[in-house]
């Protein structure tokens, strides 16, 4: 995708909290080459701390060396210290107006590029959250379930001992009588499933 290359469908992917491409945000992008257009002219600038400057972009630079997942948001978070690093260094140039407007604007698109993230991943916990309520409350009535934890033994087997839920971890489970829980994201490989076991049916 172009730089502000952004639809509404695209920022609904940030639903989810470890998106794989573009994980900075719809319009990270975009401002990452503002940011370096303005650091370029600022550096040359008198009033702005260059060494400082120079040192925390190196930093930042040698610290993603460590991973070959550099692209991926999860793995190097400190990448959104770039187009801050811009932004500051836009402000601190002095007479040159064009310069901190410049400032102004790039730091109000980091603004709205989180805003926008955040605004649709918050709207899907809360969505998740009522969700995972409802599961449980309905689950506490069935007797005995049986849980195929896939990758998340551990936390969601606490969230059933919490729900007062019981159950059997299983392996596998299979069948049209077989449903997803609120663990990931629909679709997502590893999800937790569950099912009413044989003999809570014959109870109720």
Not at 106 to 130: D, S
Not at 140 to 157: I, L, N, T
Request: proline share 4%; charged share 25%; no cysteine.
């Amino acid at each position: 995708m172009w730089p502000f290359d952004v639809r509404w469908k695209d920022i609904d992917y940030f639903r989810y909290h470890d998106l794989r491409i573009g994980g900075f945000g719809p319009f990270f992008s975009g401002a990452l080459i503002i940011g370096l257009a303005l650091l370029i002219i600022a550096f040359f600038r008198r009033g702005i701390p260059r060494g400082i400057i120079l040192l925390s972009i190196v930093t930042i630079i040698a610290s993603l060396a460590i991973s070959r997942h550099t692209w991926w948001a999860r793995f190097a978070p400190q990448v959104w210290w770039l187009p801050i690093i811009a932004v500051i260094a836009g402000l601190a140039v002095r007479k040159r107006r064009i310069l901190w407007w410049a400032s102004a604007v790039l730091a109000a698109i980091l603004l709205i590029n989180a805003m926008l993230a955040a605004g649709v991943h918050f709207k899907w916990e809360i969505f998740a959250t009522r969700k995972t309520y409802e599961q449980m409350a309905f689950l506490k009535d069935k007797g005995e379930v049986e849980v195929a934890f896939g990758y998340f033994r551990e936390p969601f087997s606490e969230r059933l001992k919490k729900g007062g839920v019981k159950f059997r971890e299983v392996r596998g489970l299979r069948g049209d009588d077989v449903f997803e829980l609120m663990s990931v994201m629909p679709e997502y490989p590893g999800s937790v499933r569950a099912r009413i076991s044989a003999e809570s049916q014959a109870d109720n």
